[in-house]
């Protein structure tokens, strides 16, 4: 059922509008993650969401009941900020609260929601420590509790990670979410880590220029990026248009005869030594993209080895599981199915072999 | 190490000369010209007789400072939340523009501007007449105490709202708005989430301001009607018709005291924000 519904919305900051034609539904106790690189209006979105900046065209609907003309204070949304905008002359439990107090619930009934809270957030013993006092991770846990308090209808989060060091990120990254599992909150969460998407989100939006580029599973975003772009976004990292007039180069599938951009991810690359070549080669019928070029460089990533191989003008990254010395020859071997295949003018029109 | 101290000596040394000559001597020749009489000696004659004479206009200067105080702090945390915190973006534009101001003209322009426009036949009750809402017999004079401190409180409130708005603006809006979608009004907001946390420059904005009201001649001088007045209208009287330094000077203790009170809140709170003391 779809809880959130975002129509042909356009908004910006006074005359300069950022968000252009934004279509997206949000189903009951959904995370969707709006991923894409800075500047794109990930955070503008959120902004027109919650009522802090006016719509210039379209219309938000909750629960089928229009919110785009209500101020921020009566929509329900509430929002994780990225900074946790924690009031410092509060205590934690005055914090989490707040919300409560405002909607003007019973004392009784605000301890005891406030308490619970704390709890589901590990919180517990810390209602009279100044916020001032906390740790990252906590104060993080606090921005949450907060938020959640006044059991908003659909809860945003703004790169809420992103002031975290990176051992803390991976365990509050799961504890969030376990805890919309567990509430069953519907949210909508805004970050530019591709990874932190993939985990997390039961869907992704990516965005690219205030537009929706693709919306989909994670699953469906990384192996099957509609565009170009969003082929790049999540890391495929190798870029080449064909045809390339290189002998290095062979490409195995039946394509039309345009010009066309292609990409992989380094992963999905599989190295041979070109003495050893043949017989493997055969063995996949060889099917894909063959590159044959000399090592350039190699750089231990723990738990493989960044090759990076020249062929011509172009150098290609590949994993590999062991350090190869430089000069040494390989040939590189792509699957079909590995390969994201674009038109080189158009960069949209999904030309994909998978 | 000891040949850098000297060197680090002789960098401040002409601005401590400065304020030397030109700021502690005075200041501490004026608070002894208080408590000595002329051959030498140390009196209170002076204290006595300031308080004897003045004691109402010391009154009557605490109460300007206090009410005229009270106003600007009301009205500039009103200018300042509006600008900080209302969706009409062009209007907040204009008034960020028009409350400073009053920053750029001195004291004694205002005063004159003020008794030309509060006078029984100024500015002001020529505009009522006009406008049909009083007639020539009901028109009242605002020079007095009154026009003191509309004179104060318009000049004052441009400093003051540009300190208060200052520290609303430091905030971060993320707080604020974090306010507004848990359900808070903006009136909340101000009440609840902002003034807990500038109390501190407010207080730094009102006793500079009282610290600039005490010191000010021209407005009591030209606004006021007599008596009673201002301390600072009394020290110049004895100084220019008695030419008597001891009484005037002891009135400027007096001041000295009041200010030295709020001015130790003042440093105490900057020492506090810069984290010396807890």
């Given at each position: 059922m779809t809880h959130l519904h975002i129509?042909?919305?356009?908004?910006?900051?006074?005359?300069?509008?950022?968000?252009?034609?934004?279509?997206?539904?949000?189903r009951q106790g959904e995370m969707i993650a709006l991923l894409g690189p800075s500047g794109c209006g990930k955070t503008t979105l959120l902004n027109a969401l919650c009522g802090f900046i006016p719509l210039s065209h379209g219309e938000i609907l909750s629960d089928k009941r229009v919110i785009s003309q209500l101020p921020a204070e009566q929509r329900n949304i509430t929002m994780v900020f990225q900074s946790y905008a924690l009031w410092p002359h509060m205590t934690v439990e005055q914090n989490?609260?707040?919300?409560?107090?405002?909607?003007?619930?019973?004392?009784?009934?605000?301890?005891?929601?406030?308490?619970?809270?704390?709890?589901?957030?590990k919180l517990a013993g810390l209602e009279a420590e100044k916020v001032t006092a906390l740790s990252g991770g906590q104060r993080q846990r606090v921005a949450l509790a907060r938020a959640l308090a006044i059991r908003p209808d659909v809860l945003v989060l703004d790169e809420p990670l992103s002031n975290l060091d990176a051992k803390v990120r991976l365990s509050v990254r799961h504890e969030i979410k376990a805890l919309q599992k567990k509430l069953g909150f519907t949210s909508l969460i805004v970050t530019h880590d591709q990874e932190e998407a993939l985990v997390m989100a039961d869907r992704?939006?990516?965005?690219?220029?205030?537009?929706?580029?693709?919306?989909?599973?994670?699953?469906?975003?990384?192996?099957?990026?509609?565009?170009?772009?969003?082929?790049?976004?999540?890391?495929?990292?190798?870029?080449?248009?064909?045809?390339?007039q290189d002998p290095?180069?062979?490409?195995?599938?039946?394509?039309?005869?345009?010009?066309?951009?292609?990409?992989?991810?380094?992963?999905?690359?599989?190295?041979?030594?070109?003495?050893?070549?043949?017989?493997?080669?055969?063995?996949?019928?060889?099917?894909?993209?063959?590159?044959?070029?000399?090592?350039e460089q190699s750089v231990f990533f723990g738990n493989s080895y960044r090759i990076s191989v020249r062929s011509g003008k172009h150098i290609i990254?590949?994993?590999?599981?062991?350090?190869?010395?430089?000069?040494?020859?390989?040939?590189?071997?792509?699957?079909?199915?590995?390969?994201?295949?674009?038109?080189?003018?158009?960069?949209?029109?999904?030309l994909e072999k998978n | 190490m000891r040949q850098m101290q000297s060197h680090n000596l002789w960098l401040v040394a002409p601005a401590a000369l400065m304020v030397g000559i030109f700021f502690l001597y005075p200041l501490c020749f004026s608070l002894y010209s208080a408590v000595t009489l002329?051959?030498?000696?140390?009196?209170?004659?002076?204290?006595?007789?300031?308080?004897?004479?003045?004691?109402?206009?010391?009154?009557?200067?605490?109460?300007?400072?206090?009410?005229?105080?009270?106003?600007?702090?009301?009205?500039?945390?009103?200018?300042?939340?509006?600008?900080?915190?209302?969706?009409?973006?062009?209007?907040?534009?204009?008034?960020?523009?028009?409350?400073?101001?009053?920053?750029?003209?001195?004291?004694?322009?205002?005063?004159?501007m003020m008794r030309t426009f509060l006078a029984k036949n100024g500015l002001m009750n020529n505009a009522f007449i006009e406008s049909g809402l009083l007639t020539p017999m009901e028109t009242i004079s605002f020079l007095g105490w009154g026009g003191i401190i509309i004179t104060f409180v318009w000049k004052q409130m441009a400093f003051s709202t540009l300190l208060i708005s200052g520290a609303m603006a430091a905030l971060d809006d993320s707080q604020i708005q974090a306010a507004r979608n848990l359900g808070a009004s903006r009136f909340r907001v101000?009440?609840?989430?902002?003034?807990?946390?500038?109390?501190?420059?407010?207080?730094?904005?009102?006793?500079?301001?009282?610290?600039?009201?005490?010191?000010?001649?021209?407005?009591?001088?030209?606004?006021g009607t007599g008596t009673p007045t201002m301390m600072t209208a009394d020290m110049a009287f004895r100084v220019n018709s008695y030419g008597d330094y001891h009484v005037a000077n002891a009135l400027g203790l007096v001041s000295y005291c009041i200010c030295g009170g709020l001015a130790y809140f003042y440093l105490r709170q900057n020492l506090k924000d810069k984290g010396a003391i807890s």
């Open positions: 129509k042909d919305l356009q908004a910006g900051y006074g005359k300069k509008l950022i968000l252009n034609n934004i279509n997206l539904e949000v989490v609260a707040y919300g409560l107090k405002v909607k003007k619930v019973k004392r009784a009934d605000i301890e005891t929601r406030v308490a619970e809270l704390l709890n589901v957030v992704i939006a990516v965005l690219n220029k205030g537009q929706i580029e693709q919306i989909g599973t994670p699953e469906e975003i990384y192996h099957h990026p509609s565009t170009a772009f969003v082929a790049d976004f999540m890391g495929a990292d190798n870029h080449i248009v064909w045809p390339i290095g180069f062979s490409l195995n599938i039946n394509l039309p005869p345009d010009d066309l951009s292609i990409y992989f991810r380094s992963e999905n690359v599989s190295i041979s030594l070109q003495a050893t070549i043949n017989n493997e080669l055969n063995q996949q019928q060889n099917e894909g993209l063959i590159i044959n070029g000399t090592v990254q590949a994993e590999h599981y062991k350090h190869l010395p430089g000069k040494t020859p390989v040939t590189l071997h792509i699957l079909p199915e590995a390969l994201h295949i674009y038109a080189a003018d158009v960069k949209s029109s999904v | 002329d051959g030498g000696g140390f009196t209170l004659t002076h204290l006595y007789k300031a308080f004897d004479l003045y004691s109402k206009d010391m009154l009557f200067t605490i109460f300007i400072v206090f009410v005229s105080v009270s106003i600007l702090a009301s009205l500039s945390v009103t200018i300042a939340a509006l600008i900080t915190l209302s969706p009409f973006r062009s209007l907040v534009g204009l008034l960020a523009f028009l409350y400073r101001l009053p920053l750029f003209i001195p004291f004694i322009v205002t005063a004159q101000l009440v609840q989430i902002i003034l807990p946390q500038i109390t501190a420059s407010i207080g730094i904005a009102m006793v500079l301001s009282t610290v600039t009201i005490m010191s000010v001649l021209s407005v009591p001088l030209m606004i």
